[in-house]
């Protein structure tokens, strides 16, 4: 099974709300990724979590929060979001950092989930 | 500043014509070559991959070039059928955090 699920597919929001985005693998993956996308640009990388750690945050506004509760799991909380925020979010997983070298590199992306922040 | 360079943004092709879609890099640290295949809606998937010891890799109608004295590969649909509408893009890994490094995306339209 290479499947990672997101939860919710479609989310609205207001900019005073505060909503969490799921993810969840079974795949015994380390490595889990929060990206953005933009509509018509290529995914934009947030987050790293290695072995349920916070790895990377690639300068994300504190108004998003990850949260890896355990080795499968992975969600984002959000609050005071803009509408520039507005996005397909996506989830993916891989085996582990494994530096770029082999195929235990791949990653496994989720379907997503569109937020629109009012 | 942008890695990896990826032509055309856009390509219409017909059905059974072939889709090429070039990348160019920088950062010959990369070391590991995948095209990643994306439909609307859905989130990106590996397509196909190739590593720097070997110039071509074919797996069905999908196949990488890669030229590493020119820094480049490229990916060559064949038989180019309406279901590969898609966005395609190269994205070699870097670094510890096993970041992507995303081309811009190329989008495919094939034409019945």
């Known amino acids: 099974d290479t499947e990672v699920t997101q939860t919710p597919k479609h989310l609205v929001m207001g900019m005073t709300n505060k909503k969490s985005l799921k993810c969840e693998q079974h795949m015994g993956h380390r490595a889990m990724y929060w990206y953005k996308q933009k509509a018509k640009k290529p995914p934009e990388l947030m987050f790293v979590y290695s072995y349920e750690k916070l790895s990377i945050n690639e300068s994300v506004p504190s108004r998003f929060s990850p949260e890896c509760p355990n080795s499968s799991l992975l969600n984002l909380h959000l609050h005071a979001l803009q509408p520039e925020d507005s996005a397909l979010y996506l989830c993916a997983s891989s085996q582990d950092l494994s530096h770029g070298r082999g195929f235990t590199d791949t990653q496994y992306f989720g379907p997503g989930t569109r937020l629109t922040v009012l | 500043q942008q890695q990896v360079k990826q032509s055309p943004q856009s390509l219409i092709v017909q059905k059974g014509g072939i889709s090429i879609i070039n990348c160019a890099y920088e950062?010959?640290?990369?070391?590991?070559f995948p095209w990643y295949q994306q439909f609307p809606g859905k989130g990106p998937a590996l397509l196909i991959a190739i590593r720097p010891d070997v110039s071509e890799k074919k797996e069905g109608r999908f196949t990488i070039s890669f030229n590493k004295s020119a820094k480049q590969f490229s990916l060559h649909i064949m038989d180019s059928q309406p279901g590969d509408s898609a966005t395609y893009f190269c994205a070699p890994p870097k670094g510890a955090g096993n970041k992507l490094t995303f081309g811009g995306g190329t989008r495919v339209l094939v034409k019945p």
């Open positions: 950062n010959t640290a990369f070391d590991y």
